[in-house]
């Protein structure tokens, strides 16, 4: 089958949604498919026989880069005549669209609330092509199959469109479990790890409020940051809290598996995500997870058997993540290394091999 792929960045050294991208486009070329991605940024390592086709963006503005994006990849796609698309950015027509990035609307009401400021940003030409691409997308005469990563993604678009239930389907994110390993040896430590690429929406002022609660912990908490955003104001924060020190912003780094390995928690307090793959990531690594309800990859955390679930919605986030950090940092030694075996015994089940197949199912019965 000839398939275009469309991923507005697809990269092993980006974020999950662009190796995931990357893991997708991969799979299908081995499974024997001829692939053509049509994206604005390519990792050529990713397959050999990958046909890549780039594509212009006017980064003006916000408003200008998303949809030119999409303009200019629908002329590609035209060009390249594929039996199916894949739309894994925001696109239409396609015969999948794949939720890879929090639903705007649903992003919208979490960050600006249902009032006079919702109205206010609604205006904004960057929040009004967003939605308005989102609204296209989510039209059956424009998208043939829905795909979801979370049962919390789906429910969010049936509460807000009439696209119809049986045309959503929900597959897990596939990990790739041979670069995400267990470590060979683990010291317990009390280094926690945050990854992400955009630090508010992630719910990092949170997390560096719940640190600054345990500051007089008996536990010498340090938190590592990877990712690509502008740390100023977390940094202030953390200065203020009086937990500086504690706080280490890392950047972004390809090799992102080792510092899973090398850390003790993943406190992950995203305030939208359809399924960060950060998550399984981590798990997949033996690293236990501390993570929302607004995340879509809350659903593959056993409370208390591989890590925490709290309630992204609840106005004392920082505490219940305080709570549940020093609830397992106070477990014993052999108890955590028991979380760190349930965590990698999930993301087992959660393979790129599976994933592609169910896309190619999907895809196969339109």
Known sequence: ??????????????????????NLCRELCDLGHTVHLVAEVFDETI????????????????????????????????SIKPDKTIALSRTFPADIFRVSDPLHASWMKTRYGSGLRHKIESLNPRHRAILSLENSILSLNNTTSIVTNSNLSKELILEQHTYPSENIHVVYNGIDLNRFTPPKTHSHSTKLLFVGQDFRRKGLHHLINAIGQLKNSPHK???????????TAFQKQ???LGIAEQIHFKGTTPQIEKLYQSADLLVFPSLSDPFANVVA???????PVITTTTNGSFEIISEGFNGYVVDGNDPQLPTLLAEKIDT???????????FRQEARSTAEKLTISNNAKSILQILENQ
């Open 238 to 240: 953390a200065s203020q």
């Open 328 to 338: 397992f940092l106070n477990l014993t030694p052999p108890k955590k290394d028991q």
């Open 47 to 78: 397959h050999p026989e990958i046909h890549f086709t780039p594509v212009k963006v006017n980064r003006t503005s916000s408003a200008t880069r998303t949809l030119s994006f999409h303009s200019n990849a629908q002329k590609a796609i035209s």
């Open 281 to 287: 990531e981590a798990m997949a690594c033996s690293l």
């Open 1 to 22: 089958m000839k398939i275009a792929i469309v991923r507005q960045e697809c990269s092993y050294s980006k974020g999950g949604a662009e190796r995931y991208a990357a």
């Open 221 to 231: 908490i340090t938190l590592d940051i990877i990712g690509r955003d502008k740390p």
